[in-house]
């Protein structure tokens, strides 16, 4: 039996891998213990989740309008994961001196959990919730990466060990990458101790008064969704989506996410929803719209679905790069794509003589065979023991 600890940012996408991981070592007879924002752990890993309380910042992850690029990066780094990492690592440090970890896993963003998990002397695995990190996207922007390796150098230097060396992003003993390789590609990863594993598909806490007798069996069912962070962000491309699909009413029936409560009142044939049970949905659907977040793609492909993809920042354009590159999507522009170009959008990735059915078919069978959260413990019982103190002779 091996105790882990959990580390998390408190964004949704960051947690629900990790939840199935936590299940599964649970049931192989593990501990497993978290440090983050308690409240919405709990939602997502099921209320007798042992967590240890962090600090938190007092307002969600918000950006001004229309900010994306190097800008976008920048203010996402300097405004909420170092400020985040300060507030985590007293939380993290008293976490650790509670629960006596074997190990931490801690996401590739709580950075928290990889310097303060070096500064005890405590193995850590990193958890790479997207695949953008992993291809370098600074690459080709060297005075953004010398800047983030500043911030993160005075962040070791306040909570870590100011002695140690190495980005904090990717552990020396593990990285566990939510992602397939037909997704990343050929690109060289940042060490050999990668491991892509897929998504980490299971069962997610919590109840849902979803409408399953609205869905109509005649029509192709699509699902839209933006996200669980993009809200302030999404109004108007929602409502241009509704329109899409309410002229495609006769052959297709849309589900849309709309946490926001942006959207007025709606056709009658677009079923519209604050929250959806995702997973179950998309073992219905046949196609997905959405703003390329990594946690979305993966399940997505992963039930073989293809997909129309409108990025909004962040990772996401690489997301969608990598995806429409493998040919299981189609890109529009999220700030500019009307009803029009969204529902020929729709009606090219539901065609399946253009082939990006077959392909997310393809991409999906490989991404099974990854292992997801069962590969994922693997990795963490081998790494964990590999690093576990030898017992005194005697």
Not at 97 to 123: K, M, N, S, W, Y
């Amino acid at each position: 039996m091996t105790r882990f600890l959990l580390v998390v940012p408190p964004l949704v996408g960051h947690t629900n891998p990790l939840a199935a991981v936590a299940g599964e070592l649970l049931h192989r007879g593990h501990e497993v213990a978290w440090a983050g924002y308690g409240e919405q752990i709990r939602a997502l890993a099921g209320p007798r989740a042992e967590v240890f309380e962090c600090a938190m910042p007092d307002t969600g992850l918000s950006r001004p309008p229309g900010l994306k690029g190097p800008a976008a990066f920048q203010h996402l780094w300097e405004k909420f994961f170092i400020p985040l990492g300060d507030l985590m690592a007293p939380g993290v440090d008293a976490a650790i001196d509670a629960f006596r970890p074997d190990a931490v896993f801690t996401d590739q963003h709580a950075v928290a959990g990889a310097l303060v998990a070096e500064r005890r002397g405590i193995v850590h695995v990193t958890s790479a919730t997207t695949s953008a990190e992993l291809v370098d996207p600074l690459a080709d922007l060297p005075k953004v990466g010398a800047w983030l390796d500043e911030l993160l150098g005075g962040l070791r230097a306040r909570v870590g060990d100011p002695s140690a060396s190495g980005d904090p992003r990717f552990s020396p003993h593990g990285v566990i990458a939510f992602t397939g390789r037909e997704l990343v590609g050929d690109t060289p990863m940042p060490s050999e101790h990668v491991h892509l594993v897929g998504p980490a598909v299971a069962p997610r806490a919590g109840s849902s008064d979803f409408p399953w007798e609205r869905l109509d069996p005649a029509r192709r069912l699509v699902l839209v969704s933006l996200g669980t962070a993009n809200a302030d962000a999404g109004g108007r491309f929602l409502n241009e989506a509704v329109t899409a699909l309410d002229a495609l009413g006769d052959r297709v029936q849309g589900v849309v996410v709309d946490p926001g409560r942006t959207l007025g009142a709606v056709p009658p044939g677009v079923i519209v929803r604050p929250h959806v049970p995702q997973l179950e949905l998309l073992a219905r659907a046949d196609a997905v719209v959405c703003h390329a977040g990594h946690n979305t793609v993966c399940e997505t492909l992963w039930h073989g679905l293809p997909l129309v993809l409108a990025p909004i920042r962040d990772d996401q354009p690489i997301v969608a790069g990598q995806v429409v590159d493998a040919g299981a999507g189609v890109r529009v522009r999220f700030r500019r794509v009307d009803a029009a170009r969204l529902g020929a959008a729709i009606e090219t990735v539901l065609d399946d003589t253009g082939g990006h059915r077959a392909v997310a078919e393809s991409i999906g069978r490989s991404l099974r065979a990854a292992g997801g959260r069962s590969a994922a413990a693997d990795h963490l019982e081998r790494i964990a023991a590999r690093h576990a103190p030898v017992p005194a002779s005697g």
